[in-house]
């Protein structure tokens, strides 16, 4: 089971009234992480929720992921992502979902750096084919 | 010996520029900027093109000397009108050094201001030899993006053709040292047609640059894989592995594997790895936070559109349409809904 947490414009009196209560609260670690939670969904960031165990059918890993049902078996034929049977049917590991995710989120970046540096990076190989000088 | 073509000096360029060349070619010249000059030695006119066939490398003998340089050897070269002295350095590297035209017994005859000159003042700079080792690095770069095209190519339909669909193959870095292996796997998935959305069937191709140093070279190695394979970012997607490495996947259609395949049954000539399309920028707008968008056009950081798509902002996307799953985002979060 895994929850998205969407806040739009007209949750920001909530969200400033929690932050009011977690600020007189005593500080403790779960305050300061309840804290960045409240913040995250602030700047209008979604927050996705699920309990440590709980597991997705790879329909739902297919949704969240924005990819094609073939697509998730094939990353758990592969093993890129653990998975359990349940009778016939197969689980993921809504932690390992999300990990993924947030990987992906890291090779994406490196990925549309790799497309926006073309230029520098030619200028700097040059450069170094050149020599120093 | 390739490579030594008669080529102007930069001073030389200057005279060319405002007395030679035709106003599209001086253009193209005063628009770039001084790092960034197309190769002098390509420089399209009479006079640079007979120098470059007169002062081959083949034939060093037999040039007639411009006898009013005593200074340095300086050689003549004629092509119709137009008169140049050309000088050979120490590395056979034959370099125009002025340029004007014929004017029989008049004072603005070439030879006769040629005649006038500081000669030593002629001779190639420091700018000049670093112009020159600019663009020799160049052509070995863009020889080196070639090479990587065509190992490409070859991986490719090499993994088509595989028992397991993959393919590993070495990588020289520009100097011919081993800079690291690409493995392409060619996955077919069926179409996905659950309720909330429809996928076509696809091919998958899958690039994993395993061994590779990160930085300019195994970025610039991965670009000339995408030229090959699917030259859009939008076809592309990261894909993290369970060892920790990242594999990049793009999606592509039957007919491009078959051209790729066709591209390796000929050799390095065909378009695919001779003249590929450069790669197509993202094809719609995203919405981003305001206090990113800053920072990231600053410094040229990627930030992460609503959609979940990183891209690298650059240009006004004022004309391209925006991003679907941006705009719907975008909608949940405004007050009116």
Known sequence: MVTRLRPDSADQPLLEQIQNLIAAANRTEFTAELELLVDLLESGSEVVCALPDSSMTPTEVAAYLGVSRPYVYRLLDRGVLPCHNVGRDRRVPTASVLDYALRRDDGRRVLAETFASAEADRQALIAELAGAD | ?337
Request: net charge negative; hydrophobic share 40%; proline share 7%.
């Open chain 2, 1 to 337: 010996v390739s490579g030594l073509i008669a080529r102007p000096t930069l001073a030389c360029l200057q005279v060319l520029l405002t007395d030679v060349l035709e106003s599209v070619e001086r253009k193209r010249f005063t628009v770039a900027k001084h790092a960034a000059l197309p190769p002098l030695d390509a420089i399209d006119h009479p006079i640079t093109r007979h120098c470059a066939t007169q002062f081959d490398n083949r034939a060093n003998a037999g040039h007639e000397r411009i006898k009013s340089a005593v200074a340095i050897v300086a050689f003549k070269a004629k092509s119709g009108p137009w008169r140049a002295a050309v000088y050979m350095d120490n590395e056979g590297q034959p370099w125009i050094i002025d340029v004007g035209r014929r004017h029989d017994d008049d004072p603005s005859d070439f030879y006769r201001l040629f005649a006038a000159k500081d000669h030593q003042a002629l001779l190639p700079t420091a700018d000049d030899l670093r112009q020159l080792k600019l663009e020799r690095a160049t052509r070995i770069l863009e020889a080196w993006e070639r090479s990587v095209r065509s190992t490409a190519v070859t991986a490719v339909a090499a993994a088509c053709k595989a028992p397991d669909n993959k393919c590993k193959l070495p990588v020289q870095d520009p100097k011919g040292a081993l800079a690291g292996h690409l493995t392409v796997e060619v996955e077919r998935l069926a179409a996905d047609t659950s309720d909330a959305h429809e996928y076509p069937a696809e091919i998958i191709v899958s690039i994993d640059l395993g061994g590779w140093a990160n930085g300019p070279l195994s970025r610039a190695a991965m670009r000339e894989v995408a030229r090959v394979v699917a030259p859009s970012e939008d076809s592309w997607d990261a894909e993290p592995q369970s060892d920790g490495t990242m594999r990049y996947v793009a999606s592509v259609n039957e007919v491009r594997l078959r051209q790729i395949e066709a591209a390796s049954e000929v050799d390095d000539s065909h378009a695919i790895v001779a003249t590929p399309p450069v790669i197509a920028p993202t094809s719609s707008a995203h919405y981003v936070g305001k206090s990113t968008i800053v920072d990231a056009v600053v410094n040229g950081d990627a930030v992460r559109g609503l959609c979940g798509r990183w891209f690298v902002p650059k240009h006004d996307p004022g004309d391209l349409p925006i991003c679907l799953t941006c705009e719907a985002a975008r909608e949940r979060r405004s007050p009116t809904g």
